[in-house]
């Protein structure tokens, strides 16, 4: 696993005023395929830099294969070393599985619950399924998200391949996973939202 500390500040932060901003995820957040320094956690890290985001440090707790029930599981681990804020982007190996929408919202409910005790803002990005499941599915899991996202009162990114999809150049040689141009594309269309999450963490 790639854990990224980036610590993004024009001039020296007063201690204890950078934002630790944990993102928890599958291989979309880890970087499968691709250089250290192309994956979505270093590419968002820049992106936030340039845009002016206050001093954050930006943990990479995606983990390739990774389910909602896996990452269910490792949630207090994942924030063991403490949090300010959370990415939660899971639901990918879920679809690619088949696993029942009703077990991958229950994940994701126990997870939104967890960091709602915590106190800490969170950015759930979504996942799509694909038509071949057949509509009944397709509906009942990608309805998760946005349901979720305002039962639970977070930011939403809908769908994490949002604007990339369809398009063969933007993905590495397996169709599934972006390439490094393609996370850019992801980056630049998420970095509002996580800007506007490192400000909810209060900083």
Do not use: C
Not at 91 to 99: A, H, S, T
């Amino acid at each position: 696993m790639l854990v990224l500390a980036a610590l993004l500040a024009a001039s020296p932060a007063p201690a204890g005023s950078v934002v630790r901003l944990v993102v928890i995820g599958d291989s979309l957040t880890a970087g499968y395929g691709l250089e250290q320094d192309d994956g979505l956690v270093p590419q968002l890290g820049r992106w936030l830099e340039a845009n002016g985001a206050p001093p954050v440090e930006l943990v990479n707790m995606g983990v390739s294969g990774d389910t909602t029930a896996g990452g269910r599981a490792r949630l207090g681990w994942a924030l063991a070393e403490g949090a300010d804020a959370v990415i939660l982007a899971l639901g990918g190996n879920d679809v690619l599985r088949g696993i029942d929408p009703a077990e991958s919202r229950a994940n994701l409910t126990a997870m939104l619950a967890d960091l709602a005790g915590r106190g800490l803002p969170v950015l759930l990005v979504g996942m799509a399924a694909p038509a071949n499941y057949g509509p009944d599915y397709k509906r009942a899991f990608d309805s998760i998200y946005p349901t979720l996202a305002e039962e639970y009162g977070t930011l939403l990114d809908p769908f994490i391949l949002a604007g990339i999809t369809g398009n063969p150049a933007l993905f590495q040689e397996d169709g599934l996973h972006p390439n490094a141009e393609g996370v850019a594309r992801i980056v630049r269309r998420m970095g509002p939202l996580v800007l506007d999450l490192v400000e909810r963490a209060g900083r």
